[in-house]
Structure formats: C-alpha cells, structure tokens
C-alpha cells in the first residue's frame, strides 16, 4: 500500500469518527491521533472543499459515482499532495468506505509536460521559418508558416499528400533524396532553391533533419531579401573594384582597411601590404600641414571634406591628388569609417 501510493479510509457519519490506513494517515498528515471528520475535511486545500462536499452529498443522498481529484495540505509538515480519491457509501451502516492514490508525481509530470509543450509553441510562434514534417515517402504530416502567404498552397492542402504531389518535379526530387541523406546520416541536409509564389519569383534555403520514427523535420527560410542584398552588395563591389578612381576606406582612426585596384595601381603598394597601415603613410611633406589639419577637423565633426593634396607613392615619388571623403555611420549616428 505504502509502495503504490495507496490508503484507505472509513467514515461513520454517526460518529463522525474516520478509521484509516496507515498510508491514508501519511498522505493527510495524521500521526496516531483520533480523527474526526471536521479533522478530515480541514486538510483539504479550501478551493476544493465545496468540490469534495458536493461529491459526498450526491454519493449518499443520490447515489451517484464519488471519484474526485484534490490536494491536500499534510498536517505534520505542510506539503502539498494530489490525491485521486473514489469512495462507496453503506446507508445500513451509514458509512463512507473510500481509498485513496497519492497521484502528486504524476500531476507535477502532467504540468512538466504541459509547460514543456506551451514552450515548444511559443518557440515555434516565435520562428519565422516555414516547418514541415514528413515521412521518408514524402507524404505531409505537419505545416507551420506563422505567415501562410510564404506557403505555395494553403496548409490543409499539403497534409496527406506528398512531395512529389506538390512541387515541381526537379525539386520534388531534390527534397528526396534530401530526406533519405538525412535519415541515413542523421546529419542535417541544406538546400538552396527558386520557386514561384503568387506570381513572384522567391528564394529559399532549407534544412532537413531526421525526426522520429520513419520521418525528418524541414525549416526552410526565405532568403529572397537577403540574396537581393547580396546581388547589390556585389555589384556595388564589381563597381568599386572597376572604378577608375582610387578608392580607400579606413577606420574612425585611420587604419585603412581596404584599397581598390586602382589606388594600388596608382600608388605602387598592394592591398596586402597597404592594409592595416595608417594612411599618414601616403602623406607628403610637400603638402601643407594645414590642410590635413583642416580635414581630420571637418571629418571628426561629421562633415564631407574635399580638397587637393600631394599624396606619396610606395616610390617615394609623390602625385597631385584631388580627394573626397566622407564619414560613413552607422545607426546611432557615429562615425564607423571614411571612405
């Protein structure tokens, strides 16, 4: 009894004298003392006792089914415990017979559980990523886009379908044998593709993992924004690295941090050896002090600055040169580099 979590209890109503097991006195607290019904009833935690009360007047009055759940506060120590309780009333005896089942682990894993899987949907709530789950055939088991216009058809219309069913063939077959590498690798496959949604050519990239059973876990992203950026930023560099003018950007201290062919070509150093070097290595004594000067001011207070000034070559020989610079900053508004 004590092992299984299990007491016994016995009321007379005449008396109001309860009997009970050895194991019912530990779940409620009891030592050897008498019991009485109001000491009975008092453990109970109080949003439960009306609960308990109308149970007890349904079991004798009407006889109706007594299988309750409740906590208790245990009297020698103050520890909360569940019980499961069923009871059976004796009207010759006028007697209740109940048992009892400390059911206290299995409630805190109920609410573990409850907790855990509230966090796991608040977790995926909060991912922007497409997720699929599908078996090793391919067949749809789950779909989840917190935004469903990123999905190619509804999500009710991918469930009990499959892969194949659904995208075009050359990508149907892709995600395949993405599927069975994941499965027989257990290692996470990544795929980077095109597709059409509502009339707009989109790119993503997908990774797939192996799940449970006969089934892997897909999280696909839409890169479409970040491949556009890429595609600028690289034609923005193709620019700066073909421009015909000489192009140098260095820290808020100096440090040049990047040179393009032309200024390299211009000034006879290569970027190998220009970067990290501080660009009063190009200054020239031949140019007035006060320019400089009059640049780290304009510069340093957030302004364009050009002008004209001697500038050094690796050589030593020096050449006329007309610059602009400008601060470049960031979203607080300070200077991260000139350019």
Known sequence: EQIAGIGHWEINLTTQKVVASTNARALFGFGDETIMLADFTSRPLPVYRRKLQTALCDLIEAGLPYEVEYEVQRKNDGRT????????????GHTV??????????????????????????????????????????????????NPGDLLLPANDFLNRKVTDILPQPLADRFMQAFAAAWDSNETQELHYGLTIAGEIRQFEARVGR???????????????????????????????QAPLSVLITDPQGKIEYANPKFCTVTGYTAEEIIGQN???????????????????TLTGGWVWSGEFRTQKKNGET?????????????????THFV
Request: aromatic fraction near 6%; glycine fraction near 2%; include cysteine.
């Open 97 to 146: 017979f109940g048992v009892i089942h400390d059911i206290t682990r299995r409630k805190e894993a109920e609410m573990a559980l409850r907790e855990s899987e509230a966090q796991k949907r608040a977790l995926i709530s909060a991912i922007p990523d497409l997720i699929f789950t599908n078996r090793l055939n391919g067949e749809f088991l789950a779909v989840y886009a917190q």
């Open 319 to 335: 050449f006329p040169e007309s610059a602009v610079i400008s601060p470049l900053v960031d979203e607080n508004g300070q200077t």
């Open 81 to 92: 415990v569940c019980l499961h309780s069923l009871a059976e009333y004796d009207a010759a």
């Open 279 to 297: 660009h009063r290595l190009l200054e020239s004594s031949e140019t007035d002090p006060a320019v400089y000067r009059e640049m780290w001011l």
């Open 211 to 241: 799940s449970t059973k006969d089934t892997v876990i897909t999280i696909i992203r839409d890169i479409t924004a970040r491949e556009q950026a890429n595609d600028k930023l690289r034609k923005l560099s193709h620019i700066v690295e």
